[in-house]
């Protein structure tokens, strides 16, 4: 393990973020470094442009597609309960998905299929392989029939706004009434996989999926702000969320995803993007896994799971296929694993991942570090400042 933070290093990355909440990139951020017993937390603007109270470090964040790790965990505990395991079909628990019929191509008609050489696993769901999820070429979600029918069957299978109004059952119902794209294990494809999944786990758990992230992640390690919705008191406190419009070019506040939506339970509990969270709350998770599985002494999830949750699953070819989703970095369960050297690291292993209302975290094993950036706009992880912010805490 390298040296510890040095303040040098946590000056430069709060000049930096803070140089682009000045150049108007973004309204506010909250930054989390930490090393052992060494935690610097940096709150640095507002948590809106005109009307906006300061960022503080208890501020509540959609954390988006942060969620997705919080439920491979969640599934790993319930393989080593024994009411899962990696390898079995999903056809169990989710028979609205047994006898799967795959498109011939992907831009075909739905009623051109054929059988699907295997059943879909669970590890197909953590991995994102099932044979269904978002398509990057020609475009993102071209009007291809498979992607126009479940728009008209409302799955919300890509951003989490406006959310499903189907509870867990119905949708999956609607959901397997789909053929899958490709044929399962080919592919890596983004986001489809963790909805299912989160249907999967409630089911395996016999509760909703928010109970039993309550009782076997949330209070274990004390994350007493975080969940699926809050009270409207601590809903009030949520940033407003921009992001750029590229008809215009500018960057604006959205008006969906209001503080209001987070005030009451959702119908679905999106296992892909559906939590709330602060700086505090999501750093106790990422030290659990840095940990091993260990939160203060006791042990919430085997060294083994995290070492499966932590390491890349997918072959050089479904890699690349990932584009830019994965920027070559490989898939554990629930989040990118950097299999080579890159710019930020000249050491693989590096696993986290981005939530795209602008969240963004990693931790670097070999440093023994946990980096955590919290903002409500997405363009932060386009435009250069996810990178920067990756690079700077790596150097700090």
Known sequence: MTRELTQAGVDRLHDAMAARVDRGELPGLVTVLAKEDDVRVDTIGFTAFDDGGPMCRDTIFRIASLTKPVLAAATMMLIEDGRLSLDEPVDRLLPELAGRRVLKRIDGPLDETVPAERPITVEDLLTFRMGFGAILEPSFDPPFPIIKAAHELNLVLGHPDPRTPHEPDEWIKRFGTLPL?????????????????????????????????????????????????????????????????????????????????????????SGSGGLLSTADDFLTFARLLLHKGVHQGERLLSAESVELMTSNHLTREQIAGGGVLLAGRGWGLGMAVAVEPDDVSPVPGRYGWDGGYGTSWFNDPHQGLVAIALTQTTDFLFNGAADEFAKLAVEA
């Not at 490709?182 to 249907?199: D, E, F, K, T």
């Not at 089911?203 to 309550?214: E, P, V």
């Not at 969940?227 to 949520?238: D, H, I, K, S, V």
């Open 181 to 269: 794209m490709c044929q399962p294990g080919a592919r890596w494809q983004y986001n489809v996989g963790s909805l299912v999944l989160g249907v999967l786990v409630g089911r395996a758990a016999g509760q909703s999926l928010g109970d039993f992230f309550r009782a076997r992640i949330f209070d274990p390690l004390g994350m007493t702000e975080t969940g699926f919705w809050l009270p409207a008191a601590y809903t009030r406190r949520l940033p407003s969320h921009y992001a750029t419009d590229f008809q215009t070019g500018k960057l604006e506040r959205r008006t969906l995803s209001a503080p209001s939506e987070w005030a009451s339970p959702p119908a679905f509990p």
